[in-house]
């Protein structure tokens, strides 16, 4: 159990369970599309969402990192050369695909490297602070969901119809619809459980607006919207039922883990697996269905 633990914090504290999880999806948009994947944007989604959480982590460094009280503080800045040795093949990585893909894929990218970079960087003038989108009232987990709609389903739908590919217009909006509001349900949850430090630093968050108990209800109203969203994709019904069931899973993890009193903080992070358990339990289904039919 103790090795277990090692390797969850590891991942979380690495910043590679969120990649993992951000490659994930874009897979899962090829296989909801049903079209071939394109490995090299695959990649792009791993190494760039890798490099933008490590950059976020890097500008955030306290001058007395090892006197923080967060153990994920304490254990990146003192394990400095994993931090550089990830980022360093994360940018390698990057800059190889960026060369295999095509040039309108290329500025799509360069778009969304733009919002997400907005996030971290102090681009506004607010009251003669700058700062960034994260200090932007109410605005963070909406950027955070647009960010990775676009990059998870957009980007995908940009490189398949420069790649001449014949994608269903009707399933794309339904597609970024469920996607923005599912992001929405496994990031407020993390919002939920920084209130706290959120309140100590002045960020106007939307559990703050609306309390603890309220912003709980909200998760629970968006897992029901979601649903009801997945059930009219006008996809193969192995895709939507996985989708289905993927929601449920969500809704007993808030029950029984995530908003349970004294929960560790390590275990919100469980949604950022979902994410990965989601295009594996929907890659299974269309096997499973493909197997009956054949």
């Known amino acids: 159990?103790?090795?277990?633990?090692?390797?969850?914090?590891?991942?979380?504290?690495?910043?590679?369970?969120?990649?993992?999880?951000?490659?994930s999806q874009v897979l899962l948009s090829y296989q909801i599309f049903g079209v071939p994947y394109n490995i090299h944007v695959v990649i792009l989604e791993f190494s760039s969402t890798l490099l933008l959480y490590n950059l976020s982590l890097w500008l955030s460094k306290p001058q007395r990192y090892k006197e923080s009280p967060y153990e994920r503080t304490r254990w990146v800045f003192g394990n400095m050369?994993?931090?550089?040795?990830?980022?360093?093949?994360?940018?390698?990585?990057m800059g190889y695909a960026l060369l295999q893909v095509h040039g309108m894929t290329f500025l799509f990218l360069l778009f969304i490297g733009m919002?997400?970079?907005?996030?971290?960087?102090?681009?506004?003038?607010?009251?003669?602070?700058?700062?960034?989108?994260?200090?932007?009232?109410?605005?963070?987990?909406?950027?955070?969901?647009?960010?990775?709609?676009?990059?998870?389903?957009?980007?995908v739908f940009v490189e398949a119809k420069s790649g001449s590919e014949t994608l269903d217009g009707s399933l794309l909006t339904f597609l970024l619809a469920s996607k923005f509001l599912f992001m929405l349900l496994v990031t407020l949850p993390f919002d939920i459980r920084d209130m706290s430090q959120d309140s100590y630093y002045h960020l106007k968050t939307v559990p703050l607006a609306l309390g603890k108990?309220?912003?709980?209800?909200?998760?629970?109203?968006?897992?029901?919207?979601?649903?009801?969203?997945?059930?009219?994709?006008?996809?193969?019904?192995?895709?939507?039922?996985?989708?289905?069931?993927?929601?449920?899973?969500?809704?007993?993890?808030?029950?029984?883990?995530?908003?349970?009193?004294g929960a560790s903080f390590l275990r919100v992070y469980l949604l950022d697996l979902i994410l990965v358990l989601q295009y594996l339990i929907c890659l299974l289904a269309v096997q499973v269905s493909n197997n009956l039919v054949g």
């Open 81 to 93: 050369p994993v931090f550089w040795i990830l980022s360093l093949v994360a940018a390698l990585s």
């Open 1 to 23: 159990m103790n090795i277990v633990k090692r390797v969850w914090k590891f991942l979380i504290f690495t910043n590679l369970l969120i990649a993992m999880a951000a490659a």
């Open 213 to 261: 108990e309220r912003a709980i209800g909200l998760c629970y109203a968006l897992a029901l919207l979601h649903l009801w969203a997945v059930w009219f994709m006008p996809t193969m019904l192995s895709v939507r039922l996985s989708l289905i069931g993927c929601d449920v899973l969500v809704l007993i993890l808030f029950r029984t883990v995530i908003f349970k009193e």
């Open 115 to 155: 919002l997400s970079l907005a996030y971290v960087l102090p681009v506004f003038n607010i009251n003669g602070v700058r700062k960034g989108f994260r200090h932007m009232a109410y605005l963070k987990i909406f950027h955070i969901a647009l960010i990775w709609t676009l990059s998870t389903v957009g980007l």
